[in-house]
């Protein structure tokens, strides 16, 4: 069935260092990868997110990469800070086809330490 | 105005019990979306309702049933209700084809 893998499941870096998170999907009319940050307590929310006819995107210090053929996507944080510290969590979908449904990656916990 | 709000925020209930949780978006959205996050923070899609239909029904036990009254407003409510059932449900609202899904802020679930 539908699977999204995630890893690292925990993640530990330097403040001003980077952060990378991957994640496999097995569906392959998957066409929409959104990255969530969850912290302690809240709900996620939308950091960024990538469709399927781009192979990058980039939002200040955050950028996704996508490779169809292989069904990875990644997270890169760069010049990561304390406030970076969450709960990542990659999705895939295909908004069109089904109904909006996002199937989640079981989340990586960043921990950023000044 | 919060953008998609759910209430109670906390809900702690006895086995056997039936509870409802409350969920109203104001974004205009067509979709909405139950989620359940368990203890390890897996994040799994229960129901979603586009234009007040059911669309996705994952596996979930016949005791949980949605309703939606109108496009802006998603209720769950749980009858008889089991020790497992203890989680964050999620409610959430999308415009169905756009992808992009806004979560409310959690209802915590403990059944003692």
Redesign the interface.
């Known amino acids: 069935g539908e699977n999204v893998e995630q890893h690292p499941s925990t993640l530990s870096v330097q403040e001003g260092d980077s952060a990378v998170i991957k994640c496999t999907y097995s569906d392959s009319a998957s066409n929409?990868f959104?990255w969530?940050k969850?912290e302690l307590g809240?709900?996620?929310?939308?950091i960024i997110?990538i469709?399927s006819n781009v192979g990058e995107k980039k939002d200040q210090r955050i950028a996704v990469t996508l490779n169809k053929t292989a069904k990875h996507f990644s997270l890169h944080i760069t010049e990561t800070q304390p406030e970076d510290s969450a709960?990542y969590?990659c999705a895939a979908?295909s908004?069109?086809n089904?109904?909006?449904?996002?199937?989640?990656g079981?989340?990586t916990e960043l921990s950023v330490k000044p | 105005d919060t953008a998609v709000s759910q209430t109670p925020k906390y809900l702690v209930t006895q086995m056997g019990n039936d509870k409802s949780i409350k969920c109203e978006q104001n974004l205009g959205h067509d979709?909405m979306?139950w989620y359940k996050q368990d203890s390890?923070?897996?994040?799994?899609?229960m129901f979603?309702y586009?234009n007040k239909e059911l669309?996705?029904n994952e596996t979930v036990p016949n005791r949980f049933s949605p309703k939606s009254p109108d496009k802006a407003h998603l209720n769950l409510h749980i009858n008889s209700l089991e020790l497992g059932d203890s989680a964050v449900y999620?409610c959430a609202s999308?415009f169905?084809?756009?992808?992009?899904?806004?979560?409310?802020?959690?209802t915590r679930l403990t059944v003692v």
Do not use: E, H, M, W
């Open positions: 929409y959104p969530y969850q809240k709900r996620p929310q939308l997110d469709r709960v969590f979908g908004p069109y089904q109904g909006g449904k996002l199937i989640f079981q989340g | 979709t979306y390890k923070k897996f994040l799994k899609i979603s586009n669309i996705i999620f999308s169905r084809q756009a992808g992009l899904v806004f979560f409310g802020q959690g």
